[in-house]
């Protein structure tokens, strides 16, 4: 899960550092930050969708195999500007399908009343990278004034996963291998099983030899061939238009907007910080990169402590429904209003964050004391995360049977938005100040974020049985 934050904000210090090696404005090395978002969007769409189909353990070698290879270009490229382009394109393909797949793994091994405990740290450790990855880069462009050790770092990183994976990650895919009591076919085994089978293979092979097949060993041959027949059948094409169709619905329409208009406001806020503290408060490249670390222990201590609340908000809704929760074999959603367990309690966070995201637009209007901004980057980070992993949350319970794709959308829709968001930004300041332009997200996101609430805690079960209904016809 550190793949895709860590490539992306270990980057944002080197923009200065890149526009003068390349011999480029520093609006076209912007274009590295919009293609990067773009491909984010494309590649859940692809492979968070295909491991609903073949299972998390082989996109997950896929994605991060490209992932080092595009990385290992990047190290190697000296003097390309398109070279850059195409490479931090593959680089962002590899490595953006991994929260989304991520998401399907909880499902898989969580009923829904313990989601949220689980979420609380895996984003929490994600989210790590959100500290670590701007001062890696900060301290890269101060102490070496060269951007591709980065990269190497980035390669070392990737082959490492790559690796750990190999050998040690089992899939979890619940189409592949039910609720553990299937086996999954080889390419969703570890290497470390295939390797025991090879070896207890030879060891049959040498038997049969001396005295022929038994009758128990036919059988199993026989039944190997009938599941390798019967997987290859099951097997279908993914569809990435299924994780497109799944934002049109008015259900998750309103759940994609509360996870993804925060994420794009602070895609916003990340992408002002090198500007702001360089030119307003004189921070070196170093200092730019340790900036980023109050959003990033936002990030993680938001994330841990709205996992808690996710888990206790669903106890809530279920005792005051006279619920009782199955611990064992998850509760049944179609039941149950998972959509008022998740969105409980959000209008105090709606509140405290249309208060912050303008307030922090104004502070550094005014050019306030550097502790201002920097808390509220803290807060706002805090924030964002809980409505990130909340409505995700909610997208996965909503959408069982296909949880990677149902992520996946929600990637394509933070990520859209994102990529206006920021292509919209230095326009917008130009003509409003930093002040009224994040007033004006504050309006866009945390207004439409109150109207998005309500629905969903009034209608969203409503509007979810309808869906359900339709798919059922067709």
């Known amino acids: 899960m550190l793949a895709s934050p860590l490539t992306a904000t270990i980057y944002l210090p080197l923009l200065p550092l890149l526009a003068d090696h390349f011999h480029v404005s520093l609006q076209a090395i912007n274009l590295t930050l919009t293609i990067y978002i773009v491909f984010q969007a494309i590649s859940p769409l692809l492979f968070a969708t295909a491991s609903d189909t073949f299972g ?39 490595a953006s399908a991994v929260l989304a797949i991520a998401y399907g793994v909880i499902a898989d091994l969580c009923v829904p009343s313990e989601r949220g405990a ?35 770092c980035l390669v070392i990183y990737g082959g490492l996963v790559v690796v750990t994976v190999g050998i040690g990650l089992p899939e979890t895919a619940r189409n592949v291998v039910g609720n553990g009591e299937k086996e999954a076919r080889w390419w969703g085994r570890t290497w470390w099983s295939l390797v025991m089978v090879w070896r207890k293979d030879r060891r049959g092979m040498s038997n049969s030899t001396e005295g022929g097949l038994t009758g128990g060993e036919k059988k199993d041959d026989e039944g190997a061939q009938e599941q390798a027949s019967s ?27 509360m996870a993804g208009s925060p994420y794009a406001v602070w895609y916003c806020i990340q992408a002002t910080i090198p500007p702001v503290y360089r030119d307003i408060y004189g921070f070196n490249d170093f200092q730019i990169g340790l900036s980023y670390l109050t959003g990033g222990f936002g990030t993680v201590l938001g994330g841990y402590a709205n996992g808690k609340l996710m888990d206790w908000n669903y106890r809530v809704i279920a005792r005051q429904i006279g619920h009782t929760v199955d611990k064992v074999f998850g509760d049944d959603l179609n039941h149950f209003p998972i959509e008022r367990a998740r969105a409980r309690g959000f209008w105090h966070i709606l509140a405290a964050y249309l208060c912050a995201l303008a307030g922090y637009g104004w502070a550094i209007e005014f050019h306030a004391h550097v502790s201002i901004p920097l808390t509220l980057q803290f807060v706002l980070a805090a924030i964002c995360t809980a409505f990130q992993q909340t409505f995700n949350a909610l997208l996965v319970d909503i ?15 933070r990520c859209a938005l994102s990529a206006f968001a920021v292509a919209i930004l230095q326009p917008m300041v130009d003509q409003m100040n930093r002040g009224w332009y994040f007033t004006f997200l504050s309006l866009l996101s945390g207004g439409g974020g ?25």
Not at 72 to 89: D, H, M, Q
Not at 450 to 474: Q, S
Request: charged fraction near 10%; aromatic fraction near 12%; glycine fraction near 8%.
């Open 56 to 94: 998390r353990r082989p996109i997950y070698l896929v994605t991060f195999s490209l992932y080092t290879l595009a990385s290992l270009g990047l190290a190697l490229n000296r003097s390309s500007y398109a070279g850059l382009l195409v490479l931090r394109a593959l680089q962002s393909l590899g």
């Open 118 to 152: 689980m979420q609380g740290p895996a984003m929490g450790a994600a989210n790590l990278a959100v500290c670590i990855g701007p001062v890696v880069g900060g301290w890269v462009a101060l102490g070496s004034g060269s951007y591709q050790w980065v990269f190497w």
């Open 399 to 413: 959408f069982p049977a296909s949880p990677s794709t149902a992520a996946a959308s929600g990637n394509i829709t």
């Open 450 to 474: 109150v109207v998005a609430n309500w629905f969903v805690i009034t209608r969203g079960m409503t509007w979810r049985h309808h869906r359900l209904k339709i798919n059922e016809v067709h």
């Open 231 to 257: 997987t290859m059948q099951s097997f279908k094409i993914p569809n990435p238009w299924t994780a497109i169709r799944i934002i049109f619905w008015r259900d998750t329409a309103l759940v994609l907007w």
